[in-house]
Structures are given as structure tokens and as C-alpha cells.
């Protein structure tokens, strides 16, 4: 459908008319994100190993912990049975 005075050329509505230089800036721009989000996925991973790494070491103070108030209930029992 043509009207007087207007080109039929144009882009339909919501449709932008990608020019030569906005697919390199977009593909420039989506490429820099890509690598921010690998970048941010590694950093992601060094902390994972890192918690990890924390948590056993909790884990085994606590096993530890465990340990010393076991033997320091039964010193606590041995104490009381002497008197």
C-alpha cells in the first residue's frame, strides 16, 4: 500500500534499520560482554574452590572441637567419681 509522499522503503514499526557500522559497535559490544561474563564465571569458580576449601577446614575444627569436649567430659566424670 502506497501513499503520496511516502516512501515505501522504510522499516515496518519496532523494526531498526541496521546500518554497516551498528552491527560492528553491537557485535563489538556483545564480544566485551561475553568476556565480562567469562571473566566474572572464573572469578565465580576461584571463590566456589575457595569456600570449599574454608568449609572443610570448619568441618574438621568442629570434628576436632568434638574431640577435645568428649575428652573433657569424661576428665569431668573420672573428677567427680574420685571425690
Given at each position: 500500500m502506497s501513499f503520496s509522499g511516502f516512501?515505501?522503503?522504510l522499516p515496518g514499526w519496532g523494526v531498526?534499520?541496521?546500518?554497516s557500522g551498528d552491527i560492528?559497535?553491537?557485535a563489538i559490544k556483545k564480544e566485551k560482554i561475553i568476556k565480562e561474563?567469562?571473566?566474572a564465571q572464573e572469578d565465580l569458580r576461584a571463590m566456589m574452590a575457595k569456600s570449599k576449601g574454608v568449609q572443610t577446614d570448619c568441618d574438621k575444627?568442629?570434628?576436632g572441637n568434638e574431640t577435645l569436649q568428649m575428652y573433657i567430659?569424661?576428665?569431668t566424670?573420672?573428677?567427680a567419681k574420685r571425690r
Amino acid at each position: 500500500m502506497s501513499f503520496s509522499g511516502f516512501a515505501d522503503d522504510l522499516p515496518g514499526w519496532g523494526v531498526a534499520a541496521p546500518s554497516s557500522g551498528d552491527i560492528v559497535t553491537n557485535a563489538i559490544k556483545k564480544e566485551k560482554i561475553i568476556k565480562e561474563i567469562i571473566a566474572a564465571q572464573e572469578d565465580l569458580r576461584a571463590m566456589m574452590a575457595k569456600s570449599k576449601g574454608v568449609q572443610t577446614d570448619c568441618d574438621k575444627l568442629v570434628s576436632g572441637n568434638e574431640t577435645l569436649q568428649m575428652y573433657i567430659d569424661n576428665l569431668t566424670m573420672q573428677m567427680a567419681k574420685r571425690r
